[in-house]
């Protein structure tokens, strides 16, 4: 019955990877070049309920033969799901006959489902499979094949770039922050599936690269964060000294050769950030937030974006859950981001323990973290899926028989 369930579960974990990530890529590429039209519209919001469904269906018997030791928490991350829909529910009642109330029940919804499948992708994708490494590498050249087609088309390493930040928003093309989601996600999943280390941060090299042709700052600069905390984590576990010089050399000519690159994108505001408009406008956005926590410092305001102004006028930080969902909303959000990240740290750190599931868990938590508290609102995809990785992790990790008490090695000696 176990084997059943689990190639049941592991194969729409898998498909729904492959679709909401690098498939995500691929289909907004082919609608920008007028190959397809937007069939399937944005394409995530579709498949992302699709594979929460099954999840749903599944989860009675996932719960009995699958989650095993992952079973509390998973039980803590449904204690959220259940708080967020009961908080959307009950302000829908209360603010019933508000122009905007119907829009903020809608995202909220929304945000749940993709939660649900997210969650469900994470807890069951494997990482130690052929055919799924095969699968990743197959989706990495797919990626890379856009973007060199791009370039072509643009006669210009920055087409991708180009392609993605002058799109219209009636052309049904995603921007470059979906893109970068997608190229971000499956560089951590491809490094993990890897066993070399310096396969890994090969890996993390490319991916880097390509969310600088993308122009995704915020993903970008979390993945060059997340390398560095990895090149921390081998110093600090005794790693090589020759392979930390090694792997510092290759960074060094990696910055070296697309440094001009860097200043040609948007990615450079950072350098600039009191002419960046988009910084401007996210301050704005803040100090509409801490207004509201000021107002409302329990219960927050819901939906109080779409009054001010629309979907996106929220805190791009995990302030937006506090004034979605409220104080309580707010410390159990990044409440959870951050306890997966310590678990999943101390799980990588220990000797023995840096399988690709706990490595997939810390990457991501770590990406997830430093996003909510800097650029990504509560709606993000990326702590769900981190915490589904952090639950497989614990799921699928072996039971360590209990060692069996070792008499004094000196005992001997000394009687004689």
């Known amino acids: 019955m176990r084997l059943k369930v689990h190639n049941i579960s592991r194969v729409p974990a898998l498909a729904g990877f492959l679709v909401l990530f690098p498939g995500f890529m691929v289909y907004h590429y082919s609608i920008a070049q007028g190959w397809i039209p937007p069939f399937l519209g944005g394409l995530f919001g579709i498949a992302a309920v699709a594979t929460a469904l099954v999840a749903l269906v599944l989860s009675p018997w996932l719960a009995r033969h699958e989650l095993g030791a992952a079973m509390v928490p998973t039980a803590l991350v449904g204690v959220w799901l259940w708080y967020t829909m009961f908080w959307s529910f009950a302000n829908y009642e209360a603010l019933h006959g508000a122009p905007y109330v119907g829009f903020a029940m809608a995202e909220s919804a929304a945000t749940v489902m993709n939660w649900i499948a997210m969650v469900f992708i994470g807890a069951f994708f494997t990482f130690d499979d052929r055919r799924t490494h095969r699968a990743l590498v197959i989706s990495t050249v797919c990626i890379m094949a856009v973007m060199l087609h791009a370039m072509v088309r643009f006669r210009s390493p920055l087409g991708p770039y180009i392609t993605f930040t002058s799109v219209d928003d009636t052309a049904g093309v995603s921007s470059y922050q979906g893109i970068g989601r997608s190229v971000l996600i499956t560089t951590i999943f491809l490094a993990a599936s890897t066993r070399s280390t310096g396969a890994r941060f090969a890996i993390f090299a490319l991916g880097s690269v390509l969310l600088l042709l993308v122009g995704s700052r915020s993903d970008l600069f979390s993945l060059v964060l997340l390398t560095v905390a990895m090149i921390g984590l081998l110093m600090l576990r005794g790693a090589n000294p020759l392979a930390i010089l090694s792997t510092l050399a290759g960074c060094w000519v990696v910055f070296h050769f697309t440094a001009p690159l860097f200043l040609e994108t948007r990615n450079a505001e950072i350098l600039d950030l009191a002419n960046s408009s988009s ?116 799921r699928t990790a072996p039971v360590r028989p209990a060692e069996p008490e070792k008499a004094p090695l000196l005992l001997p000696e000394v009687e004689r």
Request: net charge neutral; charged share 5%.
């Open 279 to 394: 910084w401007q406008a996210r301050q704005e956005m803040q100090a509409f937030a801490l207004n509201v926590i000021r107002e409302h410092p329990f219960m927050g305001e819901f939906g109080y974006h779409f009054r001010i102004g629309g979907s996106g006028f929220f805190a791009h930080n995990a302030l937006s859950a506090w004034t979605n969902y409220g104080l309580l909303g707010f410390v159990l959000y990044l409440g959870l981001i951050t306890w997966f990240t310590v678990v999943s740290l101390r799980h990588v750190f220990v000797p023995g323990g840096g399988n690709g599931a706990w490595f997939a868990a810390f990457q991501l938590n770590f990406v997830a973290l430093i996003q909510a508290v800097s650029a990504s609102p509560v709606f993000s995809p990326l702590p769900a899926l981190g915490w589904g990785l952090a639950i497989n992790a614990m």
